[in-house]
């Protein structure tokens, strides 16, 4: 069993920076691409950012420039760390995992709010 578990939203005003991370735990052979995702009210899960095992990123054109994902593959982490925050990102955010066990399958976080006031 796979667990991914998020920390680091919370509630900042605009211009602010959070730094989100995912820790990966369980019985797994390796993870290839890491993700973040997040869910506005009232809107569907929408991509944020990419990474892949090697470090190749990438993001959507409305967070480019201020969100940086990175990751550490001997922890098996993933960061997601957000500048120049924007009421606009406002949502729930999720990581989410492609972990070959030995089969590859996508696992989800729980979520972690990230509310930013104007």
């Known amino acids: 069993q796979v667990q991914l578990v998020e920390s680091g939203g919370g509630s900042v005003q605009a211009g602010g920076s959070l730094r989100l991370s995912c820790a990966a735990s369980?019985?797994?052979?390796?993870?290839?691409?890491m993700g973040w995702y997040r869910q506005a009210p009232g809107k569907q899960r929408e991509l944020v950012a990419t990474i892949t095992s090697g470090g190749i990123t990438n993001c959507v054109d409305s967070v480019k420039g201020r969100f940086t994902i990175s990751r550490d593959n001997a922890k098996n982490t993933v960061y997601l760390q957000m500048n120049s925050l924007k009421p606009e990102d406002t949502a729930v955010y999720y990581c989410?995992?492609?972990?070959?066990?030995?089969?590859?399958?996508?696992?989800w976080g729980q979520g972690t709010q990230v509310t930013v006031s104007s």
């Open positions: 989410k995992a492609n972990v070959r066990s030995p089969f590859s399958s996508d696992y």
């Open positions: 369980g019985s797994m052979f390796s993870i290839a691409t």
